[in-house]
């Protein structure tokens, strides 16, 4: 059964991430996907691993982000990648062959 696993930091204290989780919660009931979703926070690196170790594809969304460790820890465990064309995955990800 697929599955959509939001995994990244998250700061509580910052209001932006506590909007934009709530935020994603309310989308998925919406779309009545929400027992389909699962929102980890601030997850491990042992979590981090287990997780790529399962995942069929990696979407990483930070526009501009300057590099972006994440592309990267994914490829190297063989998930492709799909990323924003801009920023670092520009220069890391290769159409095609680690990613789209």
């Given amino acids: 059964r ?7 930091g998250y700061d509580e204290r910052l209001p932006e991430n506590v909007e934009h989780a709530q935020e994603l919660g309310v989308l998925a009931s919406g779309l ?3 027992e389909r979703v699962q929102q980890l926070r601030s997850v491990s690196a042992r979590t981090k691993a287990a997780l ?5 594809c990696l979407l990483y ?3 501009r982000e300057h590099l972006g ?6 490829m190297y ?3 492709p990648v ?13 159409d ?3 990613g789209f």
Avoid: H
Avoid at 52 to 56: E, Q
Avoid at 82 to 94: D, L
């Fill in 52 to 56: 790529l170790a399962r995942a069929d």
């Fill in 77 to 79: 465990a063989r998930v």
């Fill in 96 to 98: 095609g062959e680690t």
């Fill in 69 to 74: 460790i994440v592309p990267l820890e994914a």
């Fill in 2 to 8: 697929t599955r959509l696993i939001l995994a990244g």
């Fill in 32 to 34: 009545r996907v929400q």
């Fill in 82 to 94: 799909v990323a924003v064309n801009s920023g670092g995955p520009k220069e890391t990800v290769v």
């Fill in 61 to 63: 969304t930070p526009d």
